[in-house]
Structure formats: structure tokens, C-alpha cells
């Protein structure tokens, strides 16, 4: 769970395109909350909207400070992934959901519901970072700055705002991260290999597990110093740092604590590694049971799945920088590699004194196929067909709003073919049936969690149990004659083994012990492979339902999970370690004596914290929810500045939108340089249809005459427009890319030259396309825009029809960080006045859009009208992968012929385009910055630099 309220990221931005404004949502009200939400995702809005005010009251009580506004909780699953972010501002605190639960091997799913825990979390986060400066300086700032955000936010590190929601979200609920096995797991096994981020790495560690540190780290943190200083010293540190007197973190820190944060961190490091060490010591005189060393990988290794026959095992290979790819090895150890023997006799008798390497791990097993990654979205949880060459995977797949969805997917692993199952079904965890024809998995939509069946020739998905927001299906298996499936279920805050028969009958297999039991896997003799928490580490074990017996086959220091068997004797499974998980296996008939160790409780954070009863938040019946309709506005006032080598101005804009994003509207005005475009407009957008409509009026005026520099203009270029313009259309998305169609139409009154007001009035439509190829490492992308319009415009009394058309195309190759990029434009004109021929040079005006003066094409080192002509051509070659990038630019303009006389730039710039952020208040936004040089008369050896800032719905 983020915190993500100054962050104006990508990632940020395609969330909210993804929230679908057009959909149909709907408003739940408390005293303190506004719940907005999706009509898909009402049951489970309404469980945590029911509870909202006293978690609220709880919250309060254990922070010591509460937001004065309402806040605002906006339920959506754009990913179908488990998250949520806090938008702590001062006037308008907001809570995003993302309502899809968690499965119980994530450190944020030992709760006793997601909509409990992540309500506690977010309003933890609002409640803790809306506390008020008392500094009566920095309170006007606060009213003052774009953002409004409080002192907290502001100055404390990562650890301190994630650590301390996670704190609060263990005192009150008595489960979550604090009371779970997966936090322990981590810092112990981190401690133990050395590992323990230092103290800058504990909010932005960029190795494995690096981002959770914060919150597992930071609340372990937290709890120690409680521990040593008392509980209320936590709050004191956050009316430390809201006070009159003004203070750093650290000063604050150091006052109540005694010394620096990065030095008691220290202290807490080692006191956590001699408990871990402490821990291993117990393990290790009990004897360590963890199998035989497959292989020794790094990242978030998939679950093994093994063929009926026992000869092969496929599984998912992770990397920090390389998307994840489905491999398929041979069960069998590796023959012996007689090259790396030979060249290792040999360097022996060139120098038999030299020691040669020690192979510490496992030779690389060698690959028998791979499934890799479809355009960047990988396959992912195989599972072998009873034929062993073919399997089913998972694969996000793109919708049209750029949301993600989970489907099913067929691939045969001999042919190297892939075969689509399901579409837009949010399946997942899905394992054949015995015969081949369908598949138990789990359907989560709207935060609900299914266990369903889907039949592979049709993918028809059938319900078989449903889930609740507080009752998630996971990880379900078949049994061996297909007469029953095993799956995993979230029940009251504990994962339990469950089993479904054919008659439809559900019942639980494992004892109601308080531990966590989940991953299972039938046996051919009807016994359960499964993970088991029972003693505070997640291990193998087996379960005989019949008896009620279990058996630890594993006993690990980290966790050892996913266990795997398929028609083998061995059990796959995955171990923890510093770097990820590495593949092992252990016979089924071991008799090492592997029962559960019982953690001492005194040993935590290295063990975990026991949970604890606690606050169960009572539920106030809510009334009928009601139409969101606009929402509830809110505003902002802009600022904005161009400078290029036609002028500056400066713009002032206020703006107004929505949570959701359903309507936004613009109104700005422009003044600078005469020969700049000068005026005012108001623009908006309506997103609540399927087909966005963006409307705009405007009053434009330009004394391009006046420019200076001089020599490129006359007064043929002074004009005045008013007018609007209306356009129907946006982007919709598809597997690797995008396209975008548009088309609309506007209305104007211009005055040329002094001339009286003549009409001007033009239909346009634009299509763009954009298709990406990625690889492992490099990727190619292309793309392809034109735009037609075609009108009638009016000078001296002459009226005159006219056709435009602009077309462009780019090609981008090379990997992200560096890439090569060439893009090429052409236009022409035919018919209309003069003022329709084209005029390149200067930057576009920043208050209106494109389609009301569509002949300027901007080229910001040149002047205004240095190029001319009813054709015009420009390329440009530009090295990408860094915020400003090298380019090489070319343009020419002619009145018909060939282009004989092109103008020639170089430079370095760059830019960022961010669609309109709600939450943030912000409306889309467009940033140009950059310098160029221009090469050829009649502005050779001119160099300016070039800034544009612009604002549309």
C-alpha cells in the first residue's frame, strides 16, 4: 500500500485513466466519508463503508489527531492487483481502494479482512498526515501551496509514514503485517544473511524486498522504540514535528529518543540480528530439515508445477530488470558439463598451484522450452495438462480503458504455441482437471474472489463457490480422480484448507488450530500437501484428512512454500532467501523428524508478534446509495509560463474536477509579447459517456507583425479569433498499443490584417495509432497520426473552401534507457485563404487547442513564420532514454514543387505529457523544455532555449 500524495508519476496517471469515469458509479455517505464507487464494486464498498466510522473513532484514539475534512474513498480495480494510497491534503483528503484481496503468501494477507485492514491502513495514513502545523508561518504556506499538505508529509522519511500506518494497523486490529509470519520471516532471514538494509536503504531499498522495508522495517522500528521509551512517544514525535518550533526529523527524533534515527536504527539492526541468530541456533539443535538445493535464484521465483509423470517441472524465473518467463526443465539432475571440466583440467596444468573456484550452488538447469513474455505482460502460475506438453498459464490482458484483467491461457510447450482460453474473465491460479477438459480456478472481480470452473474448450466460466469481501477463494487443486477440488480460503482471519465435492458440499479439512494452512496439493492416496504456520514459520507439511494428522515435512529458517508433486516422489518447493526464492525438493517419504518449533514471542520482530483480540469496528448500517453524478467539485488556481523564439507569456488558469475525472474544466487567459498569441478560453471535458466530448470558447489575439525578431512576419499574420470548437473522441488501448480517434468541428469569427470579421468554419477528424514490440531487453515502436480537416474561411470579402491534411510517423528502437528515435511529418493545403497556408516557427499557443488555429506548426527554436508554405515537411532523429534527449531537426515549406531549402536545428530537449489527475486536482498537463541551435540563414547560429507549460481538460 502507497503513499502517493506528491507523486505526479506514469504509474499514477494510468491508474486514473483506468478508473473508467464513464462507468456507472455510485455514492455511500457517513458523517466523515464519501464513498464513491462502480455499481460492480457495491457489496464490497458497502462492507467497508459500514465500519468507516469506527475505524475512524479508533484511529483517532491511537494517532491523537483526525483530518477536519471529509474524506473521500474512492473504490476501483483498475489491475486487479491488491493496493491501496492515502492523498493526505489539508481541504481534501482522499482514500484510494483497490478492493481485490490479497493471497495469504503476500505480507498483507494474514488479516481478518482486506476491507479492515485497508481501511485502518489509508485512514491511518490521512488521520497521521493532515496534523497541522502550529508554526503559524508555515500554516499560511500550507493554505498557500498547490498541494496543501501538512508538516508531516512533508518532512518525514519513507519508514516513518508507511512503518507507523503499519504500526497503528497491528495495535488495532491485532492481526496484519505486525502479527504475521511474513514480517518475521523477512527480518530474520535478511538479519541472518547480513542482509538488514541500512538505514537510507529502509524507504527506497532498490534490491529484493527493498520497497517493503518500510513498512515491515519502519513498524518493526517503531514498536522497538515504543518499547524502550513507551507507546505515547510516537505521537509525541508527530506533535514534534507539527509544532510552533520548527523541526527537522532527525531534531525531532533525537529530542524524545536520545540520539539520531540512523543511529538507534543501528541498535535495533543489531539487537534483531542476535535474536535471529538466536532463533537459527533453537532450528539448528532441532535439526534443520530444507531438501536438496534445486537451484539458487534471485526474485519472486513462481510456484513449481510438475508433470503427471514426474519428468519435468515448470516455473516462473524473475528478475529485477528482465520481464518473467516460464521455463520448463527436466527433473533430473544436469549431466556433468565435460567443457567446464576439460577447461579446468587444462588451467590445472598451466599452473597447478592456482585453487580453482568452489561451485557453491547448482549447475544452471538447462531450459527444455520457454514461454516469454508477450509484449511485456509475462505468463505466469504453469500448470501441466495431463499430456505434459501442454499447460495452462495466466496472463494480464489489456482492455480497451487501459485497465489489466487476469485471463487463462493454453500453452504447448512441444509446438511453442499459445492458445487464448478466456477473455476478460479475471481468472487465475487455474489447474486442470485429471481429464484434460477444465480447470478449477479463481475468479476476483470487484474485490470478490470465486472458486469457479472454466471449461477449456469453450472458456465458459462456471460458479462453483462464491466468495465475499471477508471470504476469498485461493489456490485450488484437483484431486487425483477429479471427483473433488482442494482450494484455500480466507475465513474470520485464517487461511483454511477446504474441500469441495461433487456434490457441491464444502468442508474443511484442516483442525481449527488458529494456524494458517494454504498452497495445497492433492496426493494420489487422498493425503494434502499444503503450507503450514504452526510454530511461526511457514513450512511443508502433510495432512490426512481421514485422520486429522499433519506432518511437517520441511523445517527452514525463512519460509518454504508452494509446495509441488505432480506424479513424482519429490516435493518441489520454494525457500526464502535474502535475494528471493530458490527451487528445492525433499522426499515425500522422509522420516526426519521435521514437527513445528514454537517461537519464543519474546524474540520479535525475528518472531512473530502473537495475535491479540481486538477492536472487531462496528458496523453502522448505512442508508441507499445515490447517483454520483458530477461529484463534488473541487478547484485549483494554475500558473504557467512559455518562452520560445517567437516571445514569452505568462498564463493564469483555474480549474475544477471531480474525484472520479467526469467533468473537468479549464479557464485561462494568456498575456506576453504582442506578436505572442494573447487571450482567454474555457475548455471542458465530459467523460461520462463511453465517447468523451471535449467542448471549447476562446478569444485569441496575435500581432505577429511586431515580432521580434523581425523579418519573418507581416501584417497579413495579425489576427484576432473568436470562436469554439467541439470535439467527440479519445484513446482506447490494445494488446502492445494504442489508437486514438477524434473528430469534431469549429465555429470562428477572425479579423485578418485589420480586415473586418469574417467567418471561419472547418470539420476535422484525427486518427493516431501507436504499437509497441518489447522484448526481454530492447523494444521496437511505432507510430502513425493524421489529421484532416476541411472548412471554409473568408479574407477581403473572398471566401474560399479549403483541405488540410497532416500526417506523421515515428519509429522508436533500442532498450529504455537508450533508445534511437526518427519521426518525420508532412502536410499540405489546398484551396483557402492565405492565412490557411502553413507557418512554422514558435511555440503552439498555450491556452487553446490544436484545432483552432491547426496551420501553426510549432517549431519553438524558430521564430514564428520563418518556414511558409501550403506543403511542409520536418524530420527529426533523436536519441531517447533520459529526461532531455540530443535530437536533429529538419523543416521545409514551399508553395509547390519540391522542397528546396530546408532548415536545419540542433538541440537537446524533452517533454512530458500527464492525463488529468483527479485526486491531485490537477487537469491534463503538457511540459516542453528544452534549447536549439539553429544552423542555416536566415537565423543561423541562434540559439534559444524553450519552455512551454499547458493546461487542457
Not at 171 to 179: A, E, F, I, V, W
Not at 769 to 785: I, K, M, P, V
Request: proline letters at 7%; charged letters at 25%.
Amino acid at each position: 500500500m502507497a503513499l502517493l500524495a506528491v507523486a505526479l508519476l506514469p504509474a499514477a496517471a494510468g491508474a486514473q485513466l483506468a478508473w473508467r469515469p464513464d462507468a456507472d458509479w455510485r455514492t455511500l455517505s457517513t458523517a466523515h466519508f464519501t464513498v464513491d464507487y462502480p455499481r460492480e464494486c457495491e457489496q464490497w464498498a458497502r462492507a467497508m463503508a459500514e465500519r468507516l466510522e469506527s475505524v475512524r473513532s479508533a484511529v483517532g484514539r491511537e494517532v491523537g489527531s483526525l483530518p477536519r475534512q471529509k474524506v473521500t474513498v474512492l473504490v476501483t480495480d483498475p489491475f486487479a492487483v491488491s493496493n491501496g494510497s492515502a492523498w493526505p491534503f489539508l481541504e481534501s483528503p482522499s482514500i484510494v481502494v483497490w478492493p481485490t484481496p490479497p493471497d495469504p503468501r503476500s505480507s498483507i494477507g494474514d488479516a481478518r479482512s482486506w476491507p479492515e485492514i485497508l481501511s485502518v491502513h489509508e485512514f491511518a495514513h490521512v488521520a497521521h498526515l493532515t496534523r497541522r502545523s502550529r508554526n503559524p508561518t508555515q500554516a499560511f504556506l500550507a493554505r498557500l501551496s498547490p498541494l496543501g499538505l501538512g508538516p508531516l508529509p512533508l518532512k518525514s522519511p519513507r519508514w516513518a509514514i508507511e512503518g507507523y500506518a503499519t504500526y497503528v494497523e497491528g495495535r488495532l486490529t491485532g492481526s496484519g503485517r505486525p502479527h504475521g509470519v511474513w514480517r518475521p520471516a523477512v527480518l530474520r532471514q535478511w538479519a541472518l544473511e547480513g542482509r538488514l538494509p541500512t538505514y537510507e536503504e529502509l524507504s527506497a531499498g532498490s534490491e529484493y524486498q527493498g520497497g517493503s522495508f518500510a513498512y515491515l522495517g519502519g513498524s518493526a522500528f517503531l514498536e522497538w522504540l515504543a518499547a524502550r521509551r513507551g507507546d505515547s512517544t510516537i505521537v509525541q514525535l508527530w506533535r514534534r514535528l507539527s509544532a510552533r518550533t520548527d523541526r527537522s526529523f532527525d531534531a525531532a527524533f533525537a529530542g524524545l529518543y536520545g540520539d539520531s534515527p540512523r543511529a538507534l536504527y543501528g541498535r535495533f539492526s543489531a539487537e534483531l540480528t542476535g535474536k535471529a541468530l538466536r532463533i537459527e541456533e533453537t532450528l539448528r539443535d532441532s535439526g534443520l530439515v530444507e531438501g536438496t538445493l534445486v537451484q539458487h535464484l534471485a526474485w519472486t521465483t513462481g510456484d513449481p508445477a510438475v508433470s503427471a509423470d514426474g519428468r519435468r517441472v515448470a516455473v516462473v524465473l524473475r528478475s529485477k530488470d528482465r520481464p518473467a518467463r516460464v521455463v520448463v526443465w527436466r527433473t533430473a539432475d544436469e549431466p556433468p558439463d565435460s567443457s567446464t571440466a576439460r577447461i579446468a583440467r587444462r588451467a590445472a596444468r598451466r599452473d597447478p598451484e592456482d585453487v580453482p573456484d568452489i561451485e557453491f550452488w547448482p549447475r544452471a538447469k538447462k531450459p527444455v522450452a520457454t514461454l516469454a513474455a508477450a509484449n511485456g505482460l509475462a505468463y505466469d502460475l504453469p500448470r501441466f495438462m495431463p499430456d505434459g506438453d501442454r499447460l495452462l498459464v495466466i496472463r494480464y490482458a489489456v482492455r480497451p480503458d487501459g485497465s489489466l484483467a487476469p485471463d487463462l491461457f493454453e500453452w504447448n510447450a512441444r509446438k511453442h504455441t499459445v492458445r487464448r482460453v478466456t477473455r476478460d474473465a479475471n481468472v487465475r491460479a487455474a489447474d486442470p482437471s485429471p481429464d484434460g477438459r477444465s480447470a478449477a480456478a479463481v475468479r476476483c472481480r470487484a474485490g470478490i474472489c470465486d472458486l469457479v470452473r472454466v471449461d477449456l474448450a469453450s472458456g465458459r466460466v462456471e460458479l462453483l463457490a462464491p466468495g465475499s469481501p471477508t471470504r476469498a477463494y485461493t489456490h485450488p487443486r484437483w484431486s487425483a480422480d477429479g471427483k473433488s477440488i482442494v482450494a484455500s480460503v480466507s475465513d474470520s482471519g485464517t487461511w483454511r484448507l477446504v474441500l469441495r465435492d461433487s456434490s457441491g458440499a464444502l468442508r474443511y479439512l484442516d483442525p481449527a488450530d488458529g494456524a494458517n494452512r494454504y498452497d495445497p496439493e492433492p496426493l494420489r492416496d487422498g493425503r494434502v500437501l499444503h503450507v503450514s504456520e504452526a510454530g511461526g514459520i511457514p513450512n511443508v507439511a502433510l495432512l490426512d484428512p481421514a485422520t486429522g494428522a499433519t506432518r511437517t515435512l520441511t523445517r527452514v529458517t525463512s519460509a518454504a512454500v508452494a509446495p509441488a508433486i505432480g506424479g513424482g516422489k519429490e516435493v518441489w518447493f520454494l525457500a526464502l532467501h535474502a535475494t528471493g526464492y530458490d527451487v528445492r525438493r525433499i522426499a515425500l517419504d522422509s522420516t526426519v523428524d521435521a514437527h513445528p518449533i514454537a517461537l519464543d514471542a519474546r524474540l520479535t520482530p525475528a518472531a512473530p508478534t502473537p495475535v491479540v483480540a481486538a477492536d472487531t469496528f462496528h458496523s453502522a448500517p448505512l442508508g441507499g446509495d445515490r447517483p454520483y453524478r458530477l461529484g463534488v467539485r473541487e478547484y485549483r488556481v494554475l500558473g504557467g509560463y512559455a518562452i520560445a523564439a517567437d516571445g514569452r507569456e505568462a498564463t493564469l488558469a483555474l480549474s475544477s474536477t471531480d474525484k472520479v475525472g467526469r467533468l473537468g474544466w479549464v479557464a485561462q487567459g494568456s498575456y506576453g509579447s504582442r506578436w505572442r498569441p494573447r487571450g482567454a478560453s474555457l475548455a471542458a471535458s465530459w467523460r461520462g459517456f463511453a465517447i468523451p466530448v471535449e467542448g471549447e470558447l476562446f478569444g485569441m489575439s496575435r500581432r505577429a507583425s511586431a515580432q521580434k525578431p523581425a523579418g519573418f512576419t507581416g501584417p497579413a499574420d495579425d489576427v484576432d479569433l473568436r470562436g469554439g470548437t467541439l470535439t467527440l473522441g479519445g484513446t482506447r488501448y490494445l494488446p502492445g498499443g494504442a489508437y486514438d480517434v477524434r473528430a469534431g468541428g469549429t465555429l470562428q469569427r477572425t479579423r485578418i490584417a485589420g480586415d473586418p470579421a469574417r467567418p471561419r468554419s472547418a470539420l476535422f477528424a484525427r486518427l493516431g495509432t501507436e504499437l509497441a514490440q518489447r522484448g526481454e531487453e530492447h523494444f521496437a515502436a511505432e507510430s502513425f497520426a493524421a489529421h484532416a480537416s476541411a472548412g471554409r474561411s473568408e479574407m477581403a470579402g473572398d471566401s474560399r473552401g479549403f483541405r488540410r491534411v497532416v500526417a506523421s510517423a515515428a519509429l522508436s528502437a533500442g532498450s529504455p534507457d537508450s533508445f534511437l528515435r526518427a519521426e518525420g511529418t508532412l502536410g499540405t493545403v489546398a484551396g483557402g485563404t492565405p492565412y490557411e497556408r502553413f507557418a512554422i516557427g514558435g511555440a503552439d499557443p498555450s491556452f487553446v487547442g490544436a484545432a483552432a488555429a491547426d496551420q501553426w506548426i510549432a517549431m519553438p527554436a524558430l521564430p514564428f513564420g520563418m518556414l511558409r508554405g501550403s506543403r511542409f515537411a520536418t524530420l527529426r532523429a533523436s536519441l531517447g532514454g533520459d529526461v532531455l534527449n540530443p535530437y536533429y531537426w529538419l523543416g521545409a515549406a514551399s508553395d509547390g514543387g519540391g522542397f528546396g531549402h530546408w532548415k536545419r536545428v540542433v538541440g537537446i530537449d524533452g517533454s512530458a505529457d500527464v492525463p488529468p489527475l483527479p485526486l491531485v486536482r490537477l487537469p491534463a498537463t503538457s511540459v516542453v523544455l528544452g534549447v536549439g541551435y539553429s544552423l542555416d540563414e536566415p537565423w543561423r547560429k541562434k540559439t534559444r532555449g524553450y519552455l512551454a507549460l499547458r493546461y487542457r481538460p
